[in-house]
């Protein structure tokens, strides 16, 4: 079972009532902004990342997610983050949703990003700033 004790940075979201779906939980299409919100959130704050200005940008080429069990509105979660391979241009995160105060999380899962050059999309070496945030979280 995926632990809290296995992450490295924690992000709090607020879920909203439009997260439900007609079943009454979460829909699994929305854990995978949690992610990209938790990911890009660390990446600006901590990293130096301009979305909207910045030469490089990070595009997604894989995901995946694991469910164990449902959250709902109004449930307080925490997704959970690190980093399990640093390459050159590219970065594999794993990341947890927890309700807030349990320790087994609700889902994991992972993807990777590839950063490109915002002018050509052709992938580039991670910037300093970028490898130096991401390696804190490496395992």
Known sequence: MTQRTDYRHFQPITTRWHDNDVYGHVNNVTYYSFFDSTVNTYLIERGGLDIHDGA??????????????????????????????????????????????????????RFVHVFVDRASNLPVTLPDALRAALQELAV
């Open 56 to 109: 490089v940008v990070g595009f997604v080429v894989s995901s995946s997610c694991d469910y164990f069990a449902s959250i709902a509105y109004p449930d307080l979660i925490e997704v959970g983050l690190r980093v399990a391979k640093l390459g050159n241009s590219s970065v594999q995160y794993e990341l947890a949703v927890f309700k807030v105060g349990e320790d087994d999380a609700c889902a994991a899962g």
